[in-house]
């Protein structure tokens, strides 16, 4: 007999971690469970949720890969989420980080879920805030998410993220410049990564004077160096995180934050939740009929839009359709 999403979330909450990942595929598939299980975890947990972003090759995975560690030797529990490039032919995520993150697969204190892109530009998986939201929920202390690396299209982990680390490498000075207006909105941290290469201190003092052009906020953002490959800097990394998040405790920001995301958390989730009743409702007559004549170029797809909104008759036939379709 197959388990129903309430013996998955009650086996979540006792510390089941193949229940964790049921959950989890049911939440990134888009499954019917989906808002059921959302619904139910919400408010649980406090984790603190960590981005981490960056272009390609800046180390980004060794980096995390250290940070988890240094998390474990403070007693913290960390559960991470891995946004892999995905196939453009299957769709399928490379899932790298699996392979560079296997010193903490045994770790009953490491939850590790790799998604697939997806052809999302954002950096994000589109199921990337409610697996974080699971792990957050199942008692994890911190919440890393990785961003795949595509450059300056990355301003979604903002939106999730309570801190934003993006790290660097001593090599990407024109992709700073090409990225500067998004960097200076996302970055709560800067990492210079491969500290130990030439040009790191040059990157450390450009990104520095980028930050003068950057209004205060209360916030001082600190540019650090580190060596990922040998821990060297990882201790420093982990003390200005949890400083960033004694500050948005503190001076009410966070909570700003948090009434923003939940904002946009509803758009979002509303306008994929009209999308998907619609594609379930293509079936009605009279909307296939209003369809039909967009295809032959009759009515021209905005007229034939606001048609549908309008006719409230349809609107409601759509919706009851979508529902019968369960």
Do not use: C
Not at 12 to 29: F, K, P, Q, Y
Not at 65 to 84: C, H, N, W, Y
Not at 114 to 126: D, E, H, K, P, T
Not at 209 to 219: F, K, T, V
């Amino acid at each position: 007999m197959r388990e129903t999403t309430r013996d998955l979330l009650d086996k979540m909450e006792r510390g089941d971690r193949r229940s964790l990942a049921r959950l989890m595929t049911i939440v990134e598939n888009r499954e019917a469970e989906t808002a059921e299980i959302m619904s139910a975890v919400h408010g649980r947990g406090a984790a603190a949720v960590i981005g981490i972003t960056g272009p390609p090759g800046a180390g980004k995975s060794t980096l995390l890969d250290a940070l988890t560690g240094e998390l474990r030797r403070s007693g913290r529990s960390v559960g991470i989420v891995a946004v892999d490039p995905s196939s453009p032919f299957s769709g399928g995520a490379v899932l790298g980080d699996r392979i560079r993150m296997q010193s903490h697969f045994l770790d009953e204190g490491v939850f590790i879920r790799s998604l697939s892109a997806r052809g999302n530009v954002g950096g994000l998986a589109r199921a990337s805030r409610d697996i974080a939201r699971l792990l957050e929920a199942a008692g994890k202390d911190v919440v890393i998410v990785e961003t795949v690396g595509v450059g300056q299209s990355e301003l979604d982990i903002m939106r999730l993220a309570d801190t934003v680390a993006v790290v660097l490498v001593p090599e990407a000075g024109d992709t700073v410049q090409a990225m500067k207006a998004g960097l200076l909105e996302i970055a709560d941290i800067f990492v210079v990564n491969k500290a130990d290469r030439d040009g790191a201190e040059k990157m450390r003092v450009e990104l520095e004077q980028m930050l003068h052009l950057r209004p205060a906020d209360g916030w001082e953002v600190p540019v650090l160096m580190t060596v990922a490959t040998g821990g060297k800097g990882v201790a420093e990394l982990l003390k200005a995180l949890d400083a960033h998040r004694t500050y948005l405790s503190s001076s009410g920001v966070g909570q700003k934050r948090d009434a923003i995301g939940r904002h946009n958390e509803f758009v979002s989730v509303l306008r994929d939740e009209l999308s998907r009743r619609i594609q379930r409702a293509m079936g009605d007559d009279r909307f296939g009929s209003l369809l039909a004549r967009v295809e032959r170029g009759e009515v021209d797809p905005y007229g034939a839009a606001l048609e549908a909104v309008g006719d409230r008759d349809l609107v409601a036939r759509l919706l009851a359709r979508a529902e019968d379709a369960g």
